[in-house]
């Protein structure tokens, strides 16, 4: 005997209807929450629009999280540094106005650079795909980590690059010790992540006796065999270190080891011997080295990160020199010559020496090669766009320093791989002392 309410209707049907609809409603919520991610992939992060923020709230709203991180065997093999750079309209990733890390002469878009495709290329190797910088595994690489930069201002800016990439999850607050921007300590709180700079040039021991001298920059004193302690003294603070040097190596200098003058790079005095800069580019990469390798409690990856090219045209960088090309170069229309080769050939060097002797010593020194990729690249400076036209400034075109947004946001795409090729060689390496202890028991 069937049941009815007390309108009259059936029980059992108005039951069957009832799970219909929400059999209908639940395949629909299923069908909305499969089609929502292919439609927002996690890489295509939303735009900026907020110009105010706290100092660890992201600039946008919140973006999806995404912390798995994989590589497949095409990467393991792939050689990331060479390609070339291809349209990315999707970019860029972050604001000038969104993003208060920008020193002051690299926010090209405030002084009035009118173009802005210099800002929406990505680099394409040859061989696989190099994928977007995705903040969230980043940040889940580094939970826990610290991280230095130690260098000269390319360096300085690379890390206010990486701020602004990281912006889209967290802004980091300010712990520094001192207030000199040379000295910088930045901590994200919510992945108890470290990040620091320190300015050392040379990455020797160094000082200013003349500020003028034969060109007007100041001649230096570079003891090409004394650790620079500001930086080296902190070594065993860190898990990475990214280094980098070779422009201020242009400069006139007299270089010193075992306290006594040596020799010089356009000193122009007498009886005493002028080298190219590589002489003391090569001796100071070497003391850094070392300096790394003398630390006993530090077991963590130091990256060199090759110089970047200048990009100066029509004089040298106090000659009326410039850089106004609007789009990067293809890999065959220019050349790594002058003296910007004589400084790669040096560095590439001194580095596999080094590497050799860290690999005896248990330590990790890897290569983040970026100089192919940036010779490609003369559109991504300042030039005259570092300051108001109408101030009366010192500064030249800024053809060495990198527009931000810009061209060495890349360097974080660069510098997430090569973590995320360290996390697979850690586990390899893993996987080997345990066979090796089941084997020895």
């Known amino acids: 005997m069937k049941q009815t309410g007390v309108h009259g209707k059936n029980y059992q049907n108005t039951t069957h209807l009832t799970t219909s609809k929400i059999l209908l409603l639940i395949t629909l919520t299923l069908i909305t929450l499969t089609v929502i991610p292919l439609y927002f992939p996690f890489h295509k992060f939303p735009s900026l629009s907020s ?12 973006l999806p ?4 991180v994989t590589v497949d065997d095409n990467h393991y093999k792939c050689d990331v540094f060479s390609g070339e750079w291809v349209p990315n309209p999707e970019a860029p990733y972050y604001h000038n106005t969104t993003c208060w890390a920008i020193h002051e002469h690299q926010n090209c878009q405030k002084y009035g650079r009118p173009d802005s495709d210099f800002m929406k290329w990505r680099w394409k190797p040859d061989e696989c795909d190099l994928p977007i910088f995705n903040p969230y595994q980043f940040l889940e690489i580094v939970r826990d980590k610290s991280l230095a930069f130690v260098g000269d201002s390319v360096g300085r800016n690379h890390m206010q690059s990486l701020i602004c990439m990281l912006s889209r999850v967290e802004y980091p607050i300010d712990i520094s010790t001192t207030k000199d921007d040379d000295f910088k300590r930045w901590y994200y709180v919510s992945y108890n992540f470290t990040m620091a700079t320190y300015w050392s040039p040379f990455l020797v021991k160094f000082d200013q006796p003349d500020t003028d001298g034969p060109t007007h920059t100041g001649v230096f004193s570079l003891y090409l065999d004394e650790f620079d302690k500001k930086w080296t003294n ?11 040097g070779g422009h201020w190596f242009s400069r006139p200098s007299f270089y010193y080891e075992n306290h ?5 790079k356009f000193c122009q005095q007498e009886n005493v011997t002028d080298y190219p ?24 990856v130091t990256f060199l990160r090759t110089f970047a090219p200048m990009h100066f045209e029509g004089g040298d960088w106090n000659g009326g020199g410039d850089c106004i090309r609007k789009k990067p170069f293809k890999s065959n229309e220019i050349r790594l010559e002058g003296s910007n080769l004589e400084l790669y050939l040096a560095q590439m060097e001194e580095f596999d020496k080094a590497q050799k002797k860290a690999n005896e010593n248990g330590l990790k020194f890897r290569l983040m090669d970026i100089t192919q990729p940036m010779l490609l690249r003369p559109d991504g400076h300042p030039s005259k766009y570092g300051h108001w036209p109408n101030e009366n400034v010192t500064l030249y075109n800024d053809c060495v320093h990198w527009c931000l947004p810009g061209p060495i946001d890349t360097w974080s795409d660069f510098l997430l791989h090569m973590l995320k090729m360290e996390g697979r060689i850690t586990a390899q390496e893993k996987l080997v002392n345990q066979r090796k202890r089941k084997i020895a028991s």
Do not use: W
């Not at 110009?51 to 919140?62: Q, Y």
């Open 51 to 62: 110009t105010t923020h706290s100092s660890t709230s992201p600039a946008t709203t919140t």
């Open 260 to 264: 006594r003058v040596v020799g010089c």
């Open 277 to 300: 800069m590589t002489f003391g580019y090569r001796r100071a990469l070497r003391t850094a080295y070392k300096a790394i390798m003398s630390r006993k409690q530090f077991n963590g």
């Open 234 to 244: 902190h070594i065993d603070e860190f898990n990475y270190l990214v280094i980098n």
């Open 65 to 68: 999280h995404h912390p798995h």
